[in-house]
């Protein structure tokens, strides 16, 4: 049989792991045969005796090891210089790439990076260059673990990974000794098994610009100075390790020595899924449950803009739960719905009101509803509630239909407006309004006070005022600006007020469906204005559609 160079490597590494239990096995041995030849010549007296001595020596013995063990593991608090990273054979992480989802665009790049590690031989014969670092940089739960693991399945290696904050102790120097302990170890296994991968997750917790201080932060430079020198000691290793490393802050917040080249050279920006890589996240995890076939997958894509992988799969988990405890096999789109909601706004919480609370909060509500889906140039209405949820009486649940990078003045306007409805269905149907309102206010005020301040979408004033301490500004402008700003609002609440007063019995309508219903969702909402004629567009602002 012929045995390959690798086998022979990894038998070398196997005794070279195990040399200290091995001898230590033989020195127990050679004692005992020497207590057993010993005790063969005691006299027949002699032998019970030491027999009788025996269990209560070993009880001694056990008490004895037991106490120093838990006196020396609550001096080393248990943790002192452990190595908790998990060591996984690439082969046994098994992440495919096909399971890494929504970020299409990234995945070219890391097949790149395994071909090179596949590769490494070729490569170095042709005097390539080879990547030693990779950083990946992008939000939190957009699976960048995932595509870590993917790669090194994909390249068959093992995989050792460990966090960032586990790097961060309160011992200064331990953190320092992990590092050198993780790379020490993923350098043998690269020489054993041709190659290794080392992913650390969170780098901002230890690679943030070094600072000097007294008050601390000394631990975490340590353990960054260890991190760039094992980083450049692969530069002239013969084995191949490549670093992965993945943050959440940006970049220019890692210390930039880190990113000097030969260190982490390559970057992949990770970024949200867009609508398509939202879809096929949900038919993903959805598939793995029993769902109703007439969900609109779209719909639930569209509205979860801006949600990561994570959040998805979390919000089909929750579904399922609210599936089970309603003791049905089938997740419906309402259970998508509900469990999104609970995501983003924690779980329904009955407060008791007395009905006429209810009908204030119902043509609140009602109010938002009609000005959101009549003038809204980019947000859809996916429903509304009048069940109270972390404080708020009712909600009504609205979400742009694709990303937006810029906010048009169309755009802030109408988010006004839709901020002031609330308070204006109040007063149009009571002649009476509540401190309901507060948080609605704050909001058209924030965005009202922004349009003029920042983006010069007042009438007299141009620039962005709040580069210049107030201090500096003149009197004046500061009047004209908050004149402005006060204009806009009025403007809005005078043209939400025409709204609503025109479509009074729309008004009533909503308002009746709550009391009734409690929550509506976007096909029931669809329903009634298609029922009263109206579509998108057709309020007296654009009385052209
Ligand atoms: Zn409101």
Redesign the pocket.
Known sequence: MKIDKLTVRQFKTFLKDRWKIIAGAAVVLILLGLSVIGFMGLESFYRKMQLAQLPVMFLIYIVAAVISAYIYVSIMMGRFGAMDYKKVQGSKVNVKFADVLGIDEVKEEALEIVALLKDHAALKKVGGKIIKGLLMIGPPGCGKTYLAKAIATEAGLPFFSLSGSEFTEIFVGVGAARVRKLFEQARRAAYAHGGAIVFIDELDAIGRGRQFSFLGGQETNSTLNQLLVAMDGLQNEQENVVVICATNSPEETLDPAILRPGRLDRKIYIERPTLKGREDIFKFYLGKVQYDPTIDIGRLARKAVFKTPAEIENIVKEASLICIRDKRDVITYKDTSEAMDRVDLGIKHRKHMTPEERRLVAY?EAG?LITLYLQHPTDDVFKASIISRRGALGVVHHQPREELFTESKEKLLADVKVSMS?YMAEKVKFNMTSS??AS?FHHAMQVAHFMVWRLGMGEKHLGDFTTIPESQLSDQIKLDLNNETERILKTCAAEVEELLTKEIALLDRFAKELLEREELEYDEIDAIFKEFNKSKFSGPSNPAA
Do not use: F, K
């Open positions: 609140h938002h609330g309901g309102v609605d």
